[in-house]
């Protein structure tokens, strides 16, 4: 790593106006008076972009853009004949309202990524897209109607939520277009575009003829508030919800043969289970057990009663109901086969005890009521065993009749709960009731929670395709690379997809129904000719026309159907993860139709990832995307999720353009380019923060930035690179050692842009810059620079090198902020018709920068130079002259001392620059006599000689004395003879002007 430098105290200026430009934290110490010397004084040039100051950022960004040609830069760079091409698929957000930070921070990451392949000379492919269809946008429609909505028909909502979305679309795109994001902005991809529609209902049947789609009566996610069943992907997980759980007495009717001997019959034995959902109870078909645990009859001491539990929670639920069991025998839960209780609420059905997996110590009794109509796991045990599978409640989360009319009529997660709960009581077979706080699912768009229920729904099965997803999976490269893991371990928890919903808005799902008989009409004629319906005039069909025009004779011949009024269009439409899952087959080119790049939140390792990775593989056996980067969520400042009851929401064109007051000091303009920083500054890998302090700090360090900027441009005006640079070779010392490091800084940030680490990027720029160059170059080379002949080789030596640093400065942040890099190309002075720099091409270095021997000799330079300022803090190292004392072999002497000055004393060489001391004496032993002012420092430093193979170490005293010399009234320093007199040097410039 580069050595830390020790900043100098600024001199300083007296009789000199500082340009407004240069005044901060890299102002440069100008020397001279008002004298007629000064006119040999190279200062830096006023920056052109002075004439921007009272204009505000947000206009002056337009401006460049539209100077630059942002907007026709995707197209300019389509049109280029290259070989490579790389293409970002953009997951389309959802058309259901305004633009919001989690947009900017992942549209943001997407042009950075796409902007430095471009300049690295690939062709971009990124077409934007939109989600247009489902739930979100429905319920927002039928929200905004009220009791309107009640009296709308299928087609009404339709066209309604088509508004609403294309009105979201247009909102979103100008926003995105604000922001910089180079795209194809003139074919985005729709959703509900019939072309994209007709790909879709393609896809459907061709995993539907491979048996991955089928239809079945199973238990859901189901959404009362919104009518429809739900996709794992659709849930939000409430930790403050509160169940009222309950501690329920199943009579044990039926002891099994082996553990009738442990049963004295004396008194009634219960089976005992726990659940949180107490309106499933109704309908319980069976108590399942863990067969390998072990389990116990204990008496309660205060009931006197009998009851079976697992072994492992006798001491808990006996704390949990406050009283004692009595442990009077144990036994496998093998023991229970064959048994069976009474239903708590039914007096005269039986529920059979049955062996099961799913069941788990960790919570509980260790034995689990079980209701096949509202549980995944249930459900399988029902399958196995031909229970009923009868579900109770309807689409609008009530009791059905089938329930009892104590029950019919009651919403289940109300007052449903309240009567099951006192026919409990009634039946005395409730142990226990209490508040339970826990997380459960919600329905995502309407907050409110959901219940699993039976019902007949179309799915996808993953068990079929989870082993070769998982193997594809193991082909790409993700970042970061845990989410690889979590993405496997969600589909491994996910057996089946249900891809139906009960809404209007969607894709319909393409089968007939008959309407006498349980069967479905679908083949590939009636799928090819509803696909070409859809392709010219979009799924509204489905709705607007008659059965004889969806399912023509001629279809039906072809397949020996019946007449088409026998059958009527199904009444479902698609999961949009369904809509969105396909968009690789209607928006990614080529025959491959393979992305380079999925880039999203790590909501969408279960979301849009998964259903692009199954549809893909259900299809095709391979995986639509080589690499996938996974980015956190935006949070408030302090960490918390942003609401507008918090006050904490931002909106990204007010950051942009600032707040509506007149009055902008609380929502001030910070530009587009301090949002893109926010966002490649983040560790976006995570959770990311932003609020005014983030902001505040993206915009200090933008102007930090700003001002290393001027000192590159004001200080390369008069410089032309064609006839005035310096070869490496002949170059100082110093300006070599900026350059070798220089090189390596453009390597690392390469490395970083490949690895998605936007943030490494800024780290990197932001040390070199602060370190490497305001605190030590820069501090170093001003002399050289303002004060030497202005065509002297020693000032072209570091006019090169500033012209190298700029070129890689701006072209490494270009991708980050390419409003300022634009900005900054159009002010290069020695670019006559300076071209946008995105057209330019990546950074350029060249092999002979890269000199590691140069490098441990400046290191150890740099060693002596540390102490040396280190011994005089707060003084000017000018006002002070060194000598000193080296034990070093003659080889490093020739390697590290001659190189840096030749002759014994020196107030010129390049040793005395590097020091920045009024003259520099070198002696191979101690001073005769040591000065009484003297102070002495001593040292040592390891240096590798021969490539590394020798490591040799040495040691130095440097003796640090006042100067005795006078300060020159042109350069400052302390090498004249008299105040009056100008010193050697300047005089020289000065007579030779």
Known sequence: PARVRTPLGSRGVAGVPVPRSWVGADAPAIPGSLGAETQTIWLPEESKTQEYVFIRRSDITALFKQKCGFSELYSWQRERKVKTEFCLHDGPPYANGDPHVGHALNKILKDIANRYHMMRGSKIHFVPGWDCHGLPIEVKVLSELGEKAQDLSAMEIREKARSFAKAAIEKQRSAFIRWGIMADWNNCYYTFDGSYEAKQLRIFYQMYDKGLIYRSYKPVFWSPSSRTALAEAELEYNPQHVSRSVYVKFPLSKPAPKLASLIDGSSPVSILVWTTQPWTIPANQAVCYMPDAKYAVVKCSTSGELYILAEDKVTFVASALKTTFEVISTFSGADLENGTCTHPLIPDKVSPLLPANHVTMTKGTGLVHTAPAHGMEDYSVASQHNLSTDCLVDEDGVFTAAAGPELQNKAVLDEGTDVVIKMLQASKN??????????????????????????????????????????????????????????????????????????????????????????????????????????????????????????????????????????????????????????????????????????????????????????????????P???????????????????????????????????????????????????????????????????????????????????????????????????????????????????????????????????????????????????????????????????EKASDPKRRSCQTALAEILDVIVRSFAPILPHLAEEVFQHVPYLKEPKSVFRTGWIATSSVWKKPGLEEAMESACAMRDAFLRSIPGKNAAEHQLLKCLALSDKLKIQLVWMLQAEETS???????????????????????????????????????????????????????????????????????????????????????
Not at 445 to 473: C, G, H, M, Y
Not at 564 to 590: N, Q
Not at 656 to 665: A, C, F, L, R, V
Not at 911 to 916: C, R, V
């Open 430 to 623: 409730l142990l226990l009731e209490e508040k339970l706080v826990h997380s459960y699912p919600y329905d995502w768009r309407t907050k409110k929670p959901v219940v699993i229920r039976a019902s007949k729904q179309w799915f996808i099965n993953i068990a079929e395709l989870k082993a070769t997803a998982k193997e594809l999976l193991k082909k790409v490269k993700f970042i970061p690379g845990s989410a690889q893991n979590a993405m496997a371990d969600m589909m491994d928890r996910r057996p089946y997809w249900c891809i139906s919903r009960q809404r209007v808005w969607g894709v319909p799902i393409p089968v007939f129904h008959h309407k006498t008989k349980d069967e479905v009409l679908i083949n590939s004629q009636t799928i090819e000719h509803i696909a070409k319906l859809v392709e010219q005039h979009g799924s509204d069909v489905w709705w607007t026309l008659p059965p004889e025009q969806l399912l023509p004779k001629e279809v039906l011949s072809q397949v020996g159907g019946p007449d088409a009024l026998e059958y009527e269009p199904g009444r479902d439409i698609l999961d949009i993860w369904f809509d969105s899952g396909t968009s690789w087959a209607c928006v990614l080119p080529g025959t491959d139709q393979r992305a380079d790049l999925y880039l999203e939140g790590k909501d969408q390792l279960g979301g849009w990832f998964q259903s692009s990775l199954l549809t893909s593989v259900a299809v095709r056996k391979r995986a």
């Open 625 to 787: 995307f080589r690499t996938v980067v996974v980015h956190g969520f935006t949070l408030g400042e302090k960490g918390e999720k942003m609401s507008k009851s918090l006050g904490n929401v931002i909106d990204p064109d007010v950051v942009i353009n600032g707040g509506q007051e007149k009055d902008q000091s609380k929502e001030p303009p910070y530009g587009a380019d301090v949002l893109r920083w926010w966002v490649a500054e983040s560790n976006v890998f995570t959770e990311v923060t932003l609020g005014p302090s983030a902001l505040n700090a993206a915009r200090e360090d933008i102007s930090k930035l700003r001002n290393t900027l001027r000192f590159l441009l004001g200080n390369v005006a008069g410089f032309n690179p064609e006839t005035d640079s310096i070869p490496v070779n002949k170059m100082y010392v110093l300006d070599q050692y900026v350059l070798h490091l220089l090189q390596d800084l453009a390597s690392k940030i390469t490395d970083s842009y490949k690895q998605y680490d936007f943030g490494k990027v800024i780290r990197l720029l932001q040390a070199f810059y602060t370190r490497e160059l305001s605190n030590f170059y820069f501090s170093i080379i001003k002399d050289r620079l303002y004060c």
């Open 907 to 993: 107030s010129t060489s390049q040793l005395n620059e590097l020091m920045m001391a009024s003259q520099t004496t070198l002696l191979p032993q101690d001073p005769p006599a040591m000065p009484s002012d003297a102070t002495e420092l001593r040292g040592t430093f390891l240096i590798n000689l021969e490539g590394g193979d020798i490591r040799e170490e040495s040691e130095y005293k440097v003796i640090v004395t006042p100067t005795t010399k006078e300060k020159c009234p042109r350069c400052w320093k302390y090498t004249a003879e008299s105040s009056d007199t100008l010193c050697p040097r300047c005089a020289d410039v000065v007579g030779g002007k």
